[in-house]
């Protein structure tokens, strides 16, 4: 019998049928250490955009490979490039914890997706919130309250993917 390793590491990226219709938009973030996470997740995920505001940094040693496949426009505000996506028929998502907000896990996302991601401390703003077609979250079953912003964007990630596992 061969001693051969069952690992595999670094496997080829599973092909798409056709590109994703996912973008992930992100505010002013306090960590560009959480903002390169999300983009790497973005990248393992398909992604081919992503839309960042106010002084975003993505550092390559944390976002890996990404590179070309995923294109990050920086922009001032989130207002402007919510109403912009929406006339693209873009569906807004919001990821937070609200009063109203629907567990991820009985959300059916809609294929051309804009899925906007709050803030470290502050989550999303209002005007913001008040903006998007629905609010999902992430159900907590310990402390802290909250997920980190790059971990619940990498869940919110996995769960469009379960359901567009194609493309």
Same mark, same amino acid.
Do not use: W
């Given at each position: ?25 992100c505010p002013p973030m306090r960590s ?32 890996r490979d990404v590179g070309d496949s ?20 873009? *569906?807004?998502? &919001?990821?937070?914890? @609200? =009063?109203?907000?629907?567990?991820? !896990?009985?959300?059916? /996302?809609? $294929? ?33 309250? *909250?997920?980190? &912003?790059?971990?619940? @964007? =990498?869940?919110?990630?996995?769960? !469009?993917?379960?359901? /567009?596992? $194609?493309?």
């Amino acid at each position: 019998m061969e001693d051969e390793s069952l690992q595999q590491r670094h496997k080829p990226p599973a092909p798409l049928e056709r590109p994703r219709e996912l973008v992930i938009v992100c505010p002013p973030m306090r960590s560009n250490v959480n903002l390169s996470r999300i983009a790497r997740a973005a990248g393992c995920a398909g992604v081919r955009r992503m839309v960042c505001c106010g002084n975003a940094r993505i550092l390559p040693e944390i976002s890996r490979d990404v590179g070309d496949s995923l294109e990050i426009e920086i922009r001032r505000t989130l207002p402007p490039v919510l109403k912009k996506l929406r006339q693209e028929g873009f *569906a807004l998502v &919001a990821l937070e914890q @609200t =009063a109203t907000s629907q567990p991820i !896990y009985t959300f059916g /996302f809609q $294929r051309k997706t804009a899925l906007v991601i709050g803030n470290e401390r502050l989550g999303i703003e209002e005007e913001v919130l008040r903006m998007a077609d629905h609010v999902v979250e992430i159900p907590v079953y310990g402390m802290p309250y *909250a997920h980190n &912003a790059a971990t619940a @964007t =990498a869940m919110a990630l996995y769960e !469009y993917c379960r359901q /567009f596992p $194609r493309g």
